[in-house]
């Protein structure tokens, strides 16, 4: 089998997947060398150190070293030290082979032309695969200042909690915006936590930040209408999305292909109080990214089956008349990061795959 099928095959084998295409032939080419493609076919999500890489792969560790330095410095495999040691891995292609390239910026021509095969691939598969079935690697974290005080009784719930119990921030640019560019929405709003922040901060992918920092960072999302996402389940967040309708992957697969399990919703759906609702407009036009609220009669009216609980027409709203409500079916969010992979594994079949790849 041809090398960057191989690798594409070992990528593929993670919950993010990545399915056969075109497209994804080509970016892989454009971003692994013969050589590395080499390396990284024999490379596990489990980080191991330059001796037992170079074992694998059968070639010198002077090689491997070479090899393992260049794409760690590209993002397009992660590092980390340990006991005086540098241990490498691979990282799935989303968060990582795509995103990790573009937080740098993309200012050359190679950029550019990465971005519209990565957009090419979007449509083409990578987007409906990228959902979970009917699991979803993402999911909605409603704005806080929008969340009713009685309600907040998940800590996975309340987004400034990820930023408080984080150990490590850092903060890069949004590569969905920066690759795509379809919109003036602030770009600088990543949050990327512990180990995978460290690298891309060690790396000069991306810069750490305080604690403070980073509750600043989710005010300006809000304010310019941007989604908090995070990863699926209720133990710890690896990350902060602020997405938008318009570039971002994990909205897209809604408001652009229609994704029914494209991500999960908040617990929440938003409840227009009519009495007070002037009908201004604001809600539909400039604050719901899926365009779940209409006006009718003067009066906004929500779509529950649309709504996905992100509560920027809460705070939008200038004579408050709307709210967060609990919804009557809540989503079963995963425990831990764990408990979602392997779920996401078996409804894709390809749990086995993964084990393979891990046992390597």
């Known amino acids: 089998m041809e090398i960057y099928e191989q690798l594409r095959e070992r990528l593929d084998a993670h919950p993010a997947t990545a399915p056969k295409a075109e497209a994804i032939d080509k970016i892989l080419r454009m971003l692994f060398t013969p050589e590395e493609a080499g390396i990284a076919v024999n490379m596990s999500y489990k980080t191991k150190n330059v001796k037992a890489i170079a074992k694998l792969a059968g070639i010198s560790e002077d090689m491997a070293k070479k090899n393992l330095e260049s794409m760690a410095n590209k993002g397009i495999i992660i590092s980390r030290k340990k006991d005086g040691d540098v241990f490498y891995g691979m990282v799935p292609l989303i968060p990582g082979v795509f995103e990790f390239p573009f937080m740098k910026g993309a200012t050359t021509p190679m950029h550019k032309k990465l971005g519209q095969l990565w957009e090419e691939y979007h449509h083409e598969a990578l987007g409906s695969a990228f959902a979970g079935n009917p699991t979803p690697l993402m999911r909605v974290v409603a704005v806080e200042k929008s969340i009713p005080s009685k309600d907040r009784i998940h800590p996975y719930e309340e987004v400034k909690n990820f930023i408080n119990n984080a ?164 989503p079963a969010i995963p425990a831990t990061i764990q408990d979602m992979a392997v779920k996401i594994l078996q409804e894709k079949g390809r749990l086995e795959a993964f084990m393979k790849v891990m046992q390597s």
């Open 167 to 330: 150990n490590f921030i850092a903060l890069a640019g949004c590569a969905c915006r920066i690759s795509v560019d379809k919109c003036d929405k602030p770009k600088e709003v990543c949050l990327i936590f512990e180990g995978a922040g460290e690298f891309l901060v060690e790396r000069g992918f991306a810069r750490q930040i305080s604690k403070e920092e980073g509750l600043k960072v989710l005010d300006i999302a809000e304010k310019a209408g941007l989604v908090h996402t995070s990863n699926n389940s209720a133990d710890k967040a690896n990350l902060i999305c602020n997405c938008c309708p318009c570039c971002c992957t994990v909205l897209r697969g809604k408001t652009q292909l229609k994704h029914p399990h494209a991500f999960e919703t908040s617990r929440f759906a938003a409840f227009v109080q009519k009495d007070d609702c002037t009908g201004c407009g604001i809600c539909a036009d400039e604050r719901c990214p899926v365009k779940a609220i209409t006006i009718t009669d003067d009066v906004a009216f929500v779509n529950d089956a649309e709504c996905i609980g992100c509560g920027l027409c809460v705070t939008g709203c200038p004579l408050e008349a709307i709210e967060l409500v609990e919804r009557k079916q809540l």
